[in-house]
């Protein structure tokens, strides 16, 4: 079984940056991609970013292409998502989750962190 703790949210003004961080414990973090997901109120949870184990593949939804960036250490067994030019719309909590490649961390992740608030202002 592996835990992830999600870190790093907080509330900034639109135009803003944020780092969030996902911290894996236990094991099955070695090999399995990394995805990032949202959930803003009333909304569905919705795919972000995900990065391969190497870190060679990234992936992104279009609405944020260009202002976020995974990544991951693997030597810290911890993946990031920095995210720059915040919009108010980007306001959600924040997971992290992981699964055996990029399309299955972005369809059926097997793991899934408890969540971080990210509130953008306007």
């Known amino acids: 079984q592996v835990q992830l703790v999600e870190s790093g949210g907080g509330l900034v003004q639109a135009g803003g940056s944020l780092r969030l961080s996902c911290v894996a414990s236990?094991?099955?973090?070695?090999?399995?991609?990394m995805g990032w997901f949202r959930q803003a109120p009333g909304k569905e949870r919705e795919f972000v970013a995900a990065i391969s184990w190497s870190g060679a593949g990234t992936y992104y939804t279009d609405s944020v292409k260009g202002r976020f960036t995974i990544s991951r250490d693997n030597t810290k067994n911890t993946g990031y998502l920095q995210m720059n030019s915040l919009k108010p719309e980007d306001t959600a909590v924040y997971y992290c989750?992981?699964?055996?490649?990029?399309?299955?961390?972005?369809?059926?992740?097997?793991?899934w962190g408890q969540g971080t608030q990210v509130t953008v202002s306007s």
């Open positions: 236990g094991r099955t973090f070695s090999g399995a991609a």
């Open positions: 989750a992981l699964g055996g490649n990029t399309v299955l961390v972005k369809t059926t992740p097997h793991s």
